[in-house]
């Protein structure tokens, strides 16, 4: 049984389908907090008012930051042209206007929603599927044990790295946030893409799929609207509904001491990298399901979204 939680993120089409995910399964989930990323914090803000009501819900929806806490060139460089890219975040899939306003709040304000459902409901789980920057921003203002820890979707580890030399979009967005959740004192784990990039379908598997309800039809949409316009493989992947699984499976979070490269000209500015216990650097813990495990997950999203082969 999860604890409640909170999810951050900048909805964006995995982003749609792990709340979808939250809402059909019934988890604790508390409030979204909208962030800029996958395209702009209007868009996010008005995918996620759409998508909730479809997953029958009526989460509340504050929103954050419109852009990182201070400029870089991963955000020129990546994110804008990612944003110009994105339509309107959902694949240009169209849900109809639930009629729903969001909640502006400023970084002070969130963190004191926080600590009253703290007092509430007990420390609440925090997790991340776009940038960090909505976090480091209330980091001064939220009160000790009101968050039981953070789960961020984030980090090319080892071999990806090797792969692709470059940050994953979330630490791209604002490598400087990501460090101040480094710095924090609260307990941290980490979804790398080494994690999600193995758990997917490809667009021959997905017109394989079927449901017949409002979110299987909206969710097999995406997925194929993704594949056929805004992914070369074609492949969608479930990067985000993944995150929600890491605190499921205990025994696969691996106890990790990471250091991050925070220096702009450095080759390797925004890289996570895992370094030995003699070495400077912040213990955190990595989920690494094996297959079965990722194969569970993957068919655990299916099903609870309404889809079978």
Request: aromatic share 8%; with cysteine.
């Amino acid at each position: 049984m999860l604890s409640p939680f909170i999810l951050d993120c900048d909805t964006g089409r995995d982003d749609a389908l792990a709340i979808l995910y939250a809402l059909k399964k019934e988890l604790p989930m508390q409030a979204v907090f909208a962030s800029y990323g996958n395209t702009t914090l209007n868009n996010v803000v008005d995918n996620c008012l759409r998508v909730i009501p479809l997953g029958g819900g009526k989460t509340p929806v504050f929103i954050g930051e419109e852009h990182p806490l201070s400029s870089h060139p991963l955000y020129e460089d990546v994110v804008l042209p990612r944003q110009e890219q994105a339509g309107n975040g959902l694949c240009n899939v169209l849900l109809p206007d639930s009629g729903r306003a969001g909640t502006p709040l400023t970084a002070v304000e969130r963190a004191a929603w926080i600590d009253e459902k703290a007092r509430r409901v007990g420390p609440v789980d925090y997790y991340i599927t776009g940038p960090a920057t909505n976090f480091a921003a209330m980091l001064p203002h939220l009160a000790s044990g009101s968050i039981r820890r953070v789960v961020m979707m984030a980090g090319r580890l080892g071999n990806q790295w090797a792969k692709m030399p470059t940050p994953d979009f979330n630490i791209a967005c604002d490598p400087p946030a990501f460090q101040m959740l480094l710095e924090s004192s609260f307990e941290i784990v980490l979804v790398p893409v080494n994690t999600t990039y193995l758990i997917h379908l490809s667009l021959p598997e997905i017109n394989e799929l079927e449901g017949l309800d409002d979110v299987a039809r909206f969710s097999k949409e995406l997925m194929i609207a993704h594949c056929r316009s805004f992914s070369p493989e074609p492949v969608f992947y479930f990067h985000d509904p993944s995150v929600l699984f890491a605190l499921k499976y205990p025994a696969s979070l691996l106890s990790t001491k990471v250091s991050f490269d925070a220096n702009l000209k450095s080759p390797s500015f925004g890289r996570i990298m895992e370094v030995g216990e003699s070495e400077a650097g912040r213990c955190v813990y990595v989920f690494e399901p094996d297959d079965p495990e990722r194969a569970a997950i993957l068919a655990d999203i299916l099903v609870t979204i309404g889809l079978s082969s």
